[in-house]
């Protein structure tokens, strides 16, 4: 019997800014060579098609509905201290991106960790993000 194929570390993140995709690229570009220490990371970010502008200053807080952009962050590596050292630096990326005042949820399965690490992450008990 083969044993099960463990998954590669992933997040989803939405992100609510009015930076371009350049600048939001370039951004996830200097975390990923920075915060992962030598964990192969990727984040790709594109344009979110669930976007709808005037969701972003409303209540409840909808991230998907009021985030123009998403990315994809994954790795390469699936053994236990890779998902360690993704967790953290996906930590680290979400501080960066919100220290640059944009607006930024995770959606992955290590969101409580997010959370109390960053200090926010929406949920249906904490609909409304953190505002500079």
């Given at each position: 019997?083969?044993?099960?194929?463990?998954?590669?570390?992933?997040?989803?993140l939405y992100i609510d800014t009015?930076?371009?995709?350049?600048?939001?690229?370039?951004?996830?570009?200097?975390?990923?060579?920075?915060?992962?220490?030598?964990?192969?990371?990727?984040?790709?970010?594109?344009?979110?098609?669930?976007?709808?502008?005037?969701?972003?200053?409303r209540k409840p807080y909808c991230?998907?509905?009021?985030?123009?952009?998403?990315?994809?962050?994954?790795?390469?590596?699936?053994?236990?201290?890779?998902?360690?050292?993704?967790?953290?630096?996906?930590?680290?990326?979400?501080?960066?991106?919100?220290?640059?005042?944009?607006?930024?949820t995770a959606s992955c399965d290590?969101?409580?960790?997010?959370?109390?690490?960053?200090?926010?992450?929406?949920?249906?008990?904490?609909?409304?993000?953190?505002?500079?």
């Amino acid at each position: 019997m083969t044993p099960p194929i463990e998954e590669t570390p992933y997040c989803r993140l939405y992100i609510d800014t009015r930076a371009s995709d350049d600048d939001v690229q370039a951004l996830l570009d200097q975390s990923t060579s920075k915060e992962f220490d030598g964990l192969r990371v990727w984040a790709d970010n594109f344009k979110n098609d669930a976007y709808l502008a005037e969701r972003s200053a409303r209540k409840p807080y909808c991230p998907i509905e009021a985030s123009r952009w998403t990315a994809e962050v994954d790795a390469e590596d699936s053994d236990p201290e890779s998902h360690e050292c993704f967790q953290a630096g996906v930590v680290a990326m979400i501080r960066s991106l919100r220290a640059c005042g944009m607006i930024v949820t995770a959606s992955c399965d290590f969101e409580d960790r997010v959370a109390s690490e960053t200090g926010w992450n929406w949920s249906s008990e904490t609909t409304e993000p953190l505002r500079g």
